[in-house]
């Protein structure tokens, strides 16, 4: 059998020989997902799983898929790649728990100027690492060379997440009242959404990255804005089994301003007391280097809220329950009141 190489494919910057070899050294992070339903058929030409719908009646496929944006940037910054893996994965499955659904398996797609396999395995590891909290299978994905395109020590990352629900159990916001209560799940940090915005402020690329600062409670900038992305399907999931959920909005890019609303129903909106907002330290530096007003860390972060979820006020307590027994500090956030305006944060 002739011996997969081609001298003239790497003359033209592409290295066939390297993606094997990252393949060999990402094995065995992606072999620890495998007990949630997948195979082990790394490098195959398509990744299988193996779907078990025991006490579900009508399964409905959810998808998701995101990158990590220009968070990548300080990837490069810090030359430390086994993180934004974890962040690809919850952007993508954190937004399937949004219609009540499990996430299930995990494909990713990574695009670098050149294959280094080491490298490429780091970012893997994250990948498997997220999924495992996830607790997804990591059933395939793509690394591609991309000579001329990109420059030989960037890439990008991106990802691809299904999950099941059952149909009767789709959260359905149509079902949310004036009166229920806004539970609010921290997060991590910035997650992954506004790096531009935050690159400019902190001007990353010459900025110090690793002196660590009071403000930032003892932590460096670097190791500040590269915090992954919380993943909260473990929590979620247990919360789905015990509380009537009526709406759940993962925090993103656009903040509280455009993804709360996206769990209203029509002519009802979120209150919410400023002073009742856990904001990170992160938030605060950046908002006061930056010289940015409210509004706009509002409608850009999420704060220090990922995650909101929405319930009836006799469920309160026994979400916060199940939320902190399995290790969220949950808090009410605010309520739901008949108005128009989406979100109202009060002074």
Known sequence: MAKSFSESYKEAGVDITAGYRSVELMKEYVAKTMVFGGTETIGGFGGLFDLDLSGIEHPVLVSGTDGVGTKIKLAFLMDKHDTVGIDCVAMCVNDILCVGAKPLFFLDYIACG???PE???MIVKGVAEGCLQAESALIGGETVEHPGLMPEDEYDLAGFSVGVVDKSKILDKSKVRAGDKIIALPSTGIHSNGFSLVRKVFDVENADLTTPREDLGGKSLGETLLTPTRIYVKPMMALFKRVNVKAVAHITGGGFYENIPRALPKGISAKINRA???VL???????KEGGISEHDM???YNMGVGMTVI???EDVDQTIGVLRDHGEEAYVLGECVESEEGVIICQ
């Open 114 to 116: 050149r294959n280094v």
């Open 119 to 121: 490298k490429i395995a």
């Open 276 to 278: 009742d907002v856990r």
């Open 281 to 287: 330290p992160i938030f605060d530096v950046l908002q």
């Open 298 to 300: 509002f409608n850009t």
């Open 311 to 313: 319930v009836s006020p």
